[in-house]
């Protein structure tokens, strides 16, 4: 199967062997466009499955929340995807049946299924901290979809604009002071959900030991993702095994 990851900075993509939940072939990353409307991003998403001759169903996480194939936010962006049946703009343009799903929806089927969830029962939430962060909340194994956590209200800002790895970066920010800002931010939501496990993902879980060991007084149990930013394109992949 083959699963591609549209993000905030970058879209990209691989075959994926499900047998072991990983990566097939080195994934192939393109620029997102911006402005990110719809028809540059899906150009871009042509391209990576292009890169790898795919003819077959296809897999596609989106930044947002996604109901039948319909794109209803669009937070890092361009508004003209509110609305939009994007899997239907998807598959026209590349020819092939296409599943469309929220990012961190995706990426935490993966990890629930091959990574740091698997076997885990209770309340689990992976949270994916990239240019925004995704959301993704399991009751014994089963999804709760399109959760969107990153955009809860923290000291009268988005989370996101104030703990997402691009706001560390954008802010250059040091591990320490992000670290504090995260755990406000897991504190609230643990406040809220009570979850038994946090799974960290995205792009910043490949340095998770430069801050989880700086994060204290959560009850929960917080993990790095396994698959770390692999982990939508193997969701996507998952959902596209479906079609």
């Not at 709760?144 to 997402?164: C, F, M, Q, W, Y």
């Not at 002071?177 to 809220?192: C, I, N, P, T």
Request: hydrophobic content about 40%.
């Amino acid at each position: 199967m083959f699963g591609v990851d549209i993000g905030g900075t970058g879209i990209k993509g691989a075959p994926v062997d499900l047998d072991r939940g990983d990566l097939a072939e080195e994934r192939y990353k393109v620029p997102t466009p911006h402005p990110a409307t719809p028809e540059s991003v899906v150009e871009g998403v042509h391209e990576v499955v292009s890169k790898f001759g795919w003819t077959g169903p296809l897999g596609v996480t989106f930044p947002g929340v996604v109901v039948d194939g319909v794109t209803r936010t669009a937070a890092n962006v361009d508004p003209g995807w509110i609305g939009l049946d994007a899997r239907r703009l998807i598959s026209d343009r590349l020819g092939l049946p296409v599943v469309l799903l929220n990012d961190a929806d995706a990426a935490g089927v993966a990890e629930m299924t091959f990574g740091a969830g698997r076997g885990r029962g209770g309340t689990t939430i992976v949270l994916t901290l990239g240019t925004g962060i995704g959301s993704a909340i399991f009751v014994d194994g089963r999804l709760v979809p399109n959760t969107e956590l990153g955009h809860l209200e923290l000291h009268g800002h988005d989370a996101e604009k104030r703990a997402s790895g691009k706001a560390r970066e954008d802010e250059d920010l040091s591990w320490e002071h992000w670290a504090r800002r995260l755990k406000k931010y897991l504190a609230h939501v643990e406040m809220l959900f009570s979850p038994d496990l946090f799974v960290i993902g995205g792009g910043i879980s490949r340095k998770s030991q430069k801050f989880l060991p700086l994060i204290e007084g959560i009850s929960a149990e917080i993990v790095p993702a396994e698959l770390q930013n692999n982990a939508g394109i193997v969701g996507a992949a998952m959902a596209a095994a479906k079609l």
